[in-house]
Nanobody
Framework: QVQLVESGGGLVQAGGSLRLSCAASGRTFSSYAMGWFRQAPGKEREFVASINWSGTNTYYADSMKGRFTISRDNTKNTAYLRMSSLKPEDTAVYYC??????????????WGQGTQVTVSS
């Protein structure tokens, strides 16, 4: 089993940067792919990025390329999402998940509780 806890969210000005962390518990953390999703009020959960178990392959939604970077440190059982050039439209609850790098939420079988990111103009 895997338990995930997101942190690092908060209020940031448009154009700023923020790094989210996802702390995972479980002996087999390094054997799982990780993904980040986000969900704004009234909208469906949206794929952001994913990374394979070793960190050698990363995937991004088209709208995130060039602004967001996913990474992981298996020695710390932690995944990260660095967000740059933030826009008000990036405001959402951000979730990390364990799965298979798929852009579909159905490809993930463990989820954190999410962390709120609010971007102000």
């Amino acid at each position: 089993q895997v338990q995930l806890v997101e942190s690092g969210g908060g209020l940031v000005q448009a154009g700023g940067s923020l790094r989210l962390s996802c702390a995972a518990s479980g002996r087999t953390f390094s054997s799982y792919a990780m993904g980040w999703f986000r969900q704004a009020p009234g909208k469906e959960r949206e794929f952001v990025a994913s990374i394979n178990w070793s960190g050698t392959n990363t995937y991004y939604a088209d709208s995130m390329k060039g602004r967001f970077t996913i990474s992981r440190d298996n020695t710390k059982n932690t995944a990260y999402l660095r967000m740059s050039s933030l826009k008000p439209e990036d405001t959402a609850v951000y979730y990390c998940a364990v799965g298979n790098t798929s852009p579909s939420p159905s490809g993930y079988f463990y989820w954190g509780q999410g962390t709120q990111v609010t971007v102000s103009s």
